[in-house]
């Protein structure tokens, strides 16, 4: 292994929370049904693809696209409310620790993200030139569980696919990363029900699978 490929949203910070609270205020606005276990379904999927699960059993399943983009812009803004009050604190020291410790240990390390606000949350925690290649909802057509996302994240690294281990909470992002022939970590609500080859509790785990680069 060369590189480490990490969703942002659930496993680098916990802006996952705020993707649930978001849909919520949506789903209640609108008179919708949305818990966490619905909520858990949209990890690693793309905006819009999530606002189809959130209406699918509701009268506006079969909105127009413009009203849907209106009620994914709603979301956005509600989501994006909660990302400008965030601040570098909102890193946990175990997970920055664990971070430099993986980048002493040589591996290259980068971003695979269905969000397309992953370059702002970046910013926010401190981390927007920290890492080595960045490849998000800006750069994909299909989002998890294509392998798109993580074989262009790869690509940007200048490694093959085999060369790459992704560090996931989604099972949508488990399924893409084995579909890009790469090794895969879980944790969160990917773990214990997927077919990673690891499962970890704590994000600082990585250090006892990921061991110092060779050569
Ligand atoms: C992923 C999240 O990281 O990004 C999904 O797990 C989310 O829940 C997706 O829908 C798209 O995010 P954004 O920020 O572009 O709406
Ligand atoms: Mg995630």
């Known amino acids: 292994m060369k590189a480490i490929i990490f969703d942002l949203d659930g496993v680098i910070v916990h802006t996952d929370t705020y993707h649930y609270k978001a849909w919520k205020k949506l789903a ?21 693809e999530s606002l189809d699960i959130v209406l699918e059993n509701s009268g506006f399943a079969k909105l127009s696209i413009t009203e849907k983009e209106k009620l994914a812009t709603e979301k ?19 997970v920055l620790g664990a971070l430099d410790c993986l980048k002493k240990r040589g591996y290259k390390m980068a ?3 269905s969000s397309r606000n992953a370059r702002l949350i970046l910013e926010k925690i401190g981390l927007g030139d920290y890492f080595d290649a960045i490849s998000d909802g800006n750069n994909i057509t299909r989002s998890k569980p294509d392998p798109e996302v993580f074989l262009k994240a790869a690509e940007y690294l200048g490694l093959r696919p085999e060369e790459c281990v992704v560090v996931e909470d989604a099972k949508a992002g488990i399924e893409a990363a084995l579909a890009a022939k790469m090794k895969a970590i879980a944790m969160g609500d990917a773990a214990g029900c997927s077919r990673a080859d690891w499962d970890i509790e704590n994000f600082e785990d990585i250090l006892n699978i990921l061991v110092p680069v060779v050569g």
């Open 76 to 94: 956005n803004e509600t989501y994006k409310d909660f990302l400008q009050a965030m601040n570098p604190a909102d890193l946990s020291p175990q």
């Open 28 to 48: 209640d606005r609108l008179g919708v049904y949305f818990d966490e276990k619905i909520n858990n379904r949209l990890r690693g999927v793309s905006r819009m």
């Open 111 to 113: 971003i695979g993200s």
